[in-house]
C-alpha cells in the first residue's frame, strides 16, 4: 500500500509538472499579446511633409522683416502644426485657437502692406504692380482653404491645402524680400557661388 502511495504520488507531481509545462508559454504568449495591444501606434506624417517642413525653415528667421515677420509668424506655425500631427489632423480646438491668430495676424499683415503703396504714391513714387498684395491675397486665400480642410473631416483635403498655404508663403516672403533689397538665404548662397563678375553678367 505504502509502493502504491508514493507511485500515486508521484504521477500525480508528474502530472502537474506536464500541465505547467504547457500553461506556461501559452500564459506567456497571451500576456505577450497583451502587452503589444498596449504599444503606441506610430503617428503617420503627410506624404511630403518633411518636404514642406524644410520649406517652412528654410524662410528662417521671420524678424528681419520686422514687425510684418512677427505678424506672419502664426501663419507658418499653423502650417507646421499640421504637418507634424498624425495626418495633418489637429484636434478642433487646436485647429480654432491656431486658425483664428493666423487670420488675426494676416489680416493686420494685410494693413501693413496695402499701406505702403499708399505711402509711395503720396510721395510721387509710381508703381506698375504690387506684388506682396498679391502674395498676400495667395496666403489668405491658402488659409482658408486650409481652414475649411480641417473642418471638413476629409483627410485628403488636407495635404493640397497645406502645400497651397506653404508654398504661398514662401512666395509672399521672398517677395517683401525683395521689396527691401533683401534675398532669402538659400538665394543669397547661390550667388555668394557664383564666379567673379557673373553675378552682374559682366566677364572675368
Known amino acids: 500500500m505504502r509502493g502504491l502511495s508514493a507511485r500515486r504520488i508521484a504521477s500525480t507531481a508528474l ?4 500541465l505547467v509545462g504547457i500553461s506556461g508559454p501559452a ?5 505577450s499579446a497583451g502587452g503589444h495591444s498596449r504599444v503606441a501606434v506610430p503617428r503617420t506624417s503627410l506624404p511630403g511633409a518633411d518636404r514642406l517642413l524644410a520649406e517652412l525653415n528654410g524662410l528662417g528667421d521671420l524678424s528681419r522683416l520686422g514687425d510684418l515677420g512677427g505678424r506672419l509668424t502664426p501663419v507658418r506655425d499653423l502650417a507646421t502644426a499640421v ?3 498624425d495626418n495633418g489632423r489637429l484636434t478642433p480646438a487646436d485647429a480654432k485657437k491656431l486658425g483664428e491668430a493666423a ?3 494676416l489680416a493686420e499683415a494685410s494693413t501693413s502692406i496695402r499701406s505702403a503703396p499708399s505711402a509711395q504714391a503720396a510721395s510721387g513714387v509710381q508703381r506698375a504692380a504690387d506684388p506682396a498684395g498679391d502674395a498676400l491675397a495667395a496666403v489668405q486665400k491658402a488659409l482658408e482653404d486650409l481652414l475649411k480642410s480641417l473642418t471638413s473631416g476629409d483627410v485628403g483635403q488636407v495635404l493640397p491645402a497645406v502645400t497651397g498655404l506653404v508654398d504661398s508663403l514662401v512666395d509672399l516672403v521672398d517677395s517683401l524680400l525683395k521689396d527691401d533689397g533683401l534675398t532669402t538665404p538659400g538665394a543669397s548662397a547661390a ?3 557664383l564666379p567673379a563678375g557673373a553675378s552682374d ?4
Request: negative net charge; proline residues 0%.
Open 103 to 105: 487670420e488675426d495676424a
Open 191 to 193: 550667388v555668394s557661388t
Open 83 to 85: 504637418l507634424t500631427t
Open 201 to 204: 553678367g559682366t566677364a572675368s
Open 27 to 31: 500564459a506567456l504568449a497571451a500576456d
Open 15 to 18: 502530472c502537474a509538472a506536464f
